[in-house]
């Protein structure tokens, strides 16, 4: 009774949209569709919804009221509950794993990925690296922008965007730090190509950040960005990193074994959960 729609609609703008002139009830060249229609429309079934879309050209579109939605999803629902009891469920990390269990009860297998190794050539003391931080500015930007205003302004900032493959790897070749602040929803792709690459990474400790089966860092290379410090600490760390690199990458060395052996252990994962529990 709480979902009962309120189906006051723009029918007179509708029947404009029908008769082929373009304007809707607002004036002017107004050609959005309506979204719904009017009462008696909306009483008269799904052939009279379907024959009203068609008279405005939106026929591939959803026209039904929220009741009837509402009430076909909760006609589905228990068959639903039931294809995801008997379903087989993977997940690309550890992290998702127990979220899927955590919110939905599901048991779910790890299927991960692998990073491809054509683009990349390990290089871990590179003469030609500068004074830069990348980091993926669509994840994090506010963060990265945080730490970046108390930092010198001798450190180049390196976003990873408009840039092809190649070019990613190419420019984690030449960088010192990466630095990703994102929220982790799985087993991100670019600190791995960083690892890949010999840059030092530095990972946000919340999602799959979190777990040290999804991101086997050290504890230090994983920051709190909801810390009142986090700015300082992070800026602290990407100086040390960017002052005594060896030490640094040789503290990382056992992440990029684990990023190295990625392809082995895709490949295991899917042998265990859709080859031999068939």
């Known amino acids: 009774r709480h979902l009962r729609p309120h189906l006051h609609r723009h029918a007179a703008r509708a029947e404009l949209l029908r008769a082929g002139t373009g304007r809707g009830s607002f004036g002017g060249d107004d050609t959005r569709p309506p979204v719904a229609f009017g009462r008696r429309a909306a009483g008269r079934g799904a052939a009279c919804r379907r024959r009203a879309a068609q008279r405005v050209g939106i026929a591939d579109r959803d026209v039904r009221p929220i009741t009837d939605k509402v009430r076909d999803f909760l006609v589905d629902l228990k068959p639903r509950q039931q294809l995801m009891r008997t379903s087989r469920h993977i997940a690309q990390s550890e992290y998702a794993i127990a979220y899927l269990n955590l919110r939905a009860g599901i048991v779910a297998n790890l299927v991960s990925d692998f990073i491809p190794r054509e683009k990349h050539q390990e290089t871990i003391e590179s003469p030609t690296r500068r004074t830069a931080v990348a980091f993926n500015p669509k994840k994090g930007a ?16 390196v976003p990873l965007e408009n840039m092809t493959g190649p070019e990613i790897s190419a420019t984690l070749r030449e960088v010192s730090v990466y630095l990703d602040l994102g929220g982790q929803p799985g087993r991100d792709r670019l600190p791995r190509e960083a690892a890949l690459a010999g840059c030092p990474v530095i990972v946000a400790k919340r999602g799959a950040g979190l777990f040290l089966a999804d991101a086997p860092l050290l504890d230090m290379y994983k920051v709190d960005v909801t810390a009142a410090s986090f700015a300082r600490d992070t800026s602290l760390l990407i100086a040390d990193m960017i002052a005594d690199p060896t030490a640094h990458a040789a503290a990382q060395s056992s992440y990029r074994d684990w990023v190295q052996n990625d392809r082995a252990r895709f490949s295991a994962e899917v042998q265990s959960a859709l080859v031999a529990k068939r």
């Open 142 to 157: 506010d963060l990265a922008r945080a730490v970046k205003q108390v930092m010198p302004d001798t450190i180049d900032w």
